[in-house]
Nanobody, 114 residues
Framework: QVQLAESGGGLVQPGGSLRLSCAAS????????MSWYRQAPAKERELVAT????????NYGDSVKGRFTISRDNAKNTVYLQMNNLTPEDTAVYYC???????WGQGIQVTVSS
């Protein structure tokens, strides 16, 4: 069954860090650019980060530049999002997305609160 399964979310204090993982099954991600999106309550979904299929290029939304890092391990069929120096404004459901393939993960909650 085709699946993108996010993990690693949860509750973290401001200034803390989390690493999200997106493990693909049922297909390989090696030829696909991958992205992380997020959606906060009552807000539209926004693009957080994108990485090319070979990992050679990344881009980030302005609000997370310098704090978040997207990476991938194609051998493990997994994409990661390292989130550092988190703030309450980062609270959202985070979604993994396989570009061109057009497949979304179900999302995982990240809550930044003291």
């Amino acid at each position: 069954q085709v699946q993108l399964a996010e993990s690693g979310g949860g509750l973290v204090q401001p200034g803390g860090s989390l690493r999200l993982s997106c493990a693909a099954s049922g297909f390989t991600i090696s030829r696909k650019a991958m992205s992380w999106y997020r959606q906060a309550p009552a807000k539209e979904r926004e693009l957080v980060a994108t990485i090319t299929s070979d990992g050679g290029s990344t881009n980030y939304g302005d609000s997370v530049k310098g704090r978040f890092t997207i990476s991938r391990d194609n051998a493990k069929n997994t994409v990661y999002l390292q989130m550092n120096n988190l703030t309450p404004e980062d609270t959202a459901v985070y979604y993994c997305y396989a570009r061109l393939y057009g497949f979304w993960g179900q999302g995982i909650q990240v809550t930044v609160s003291s």
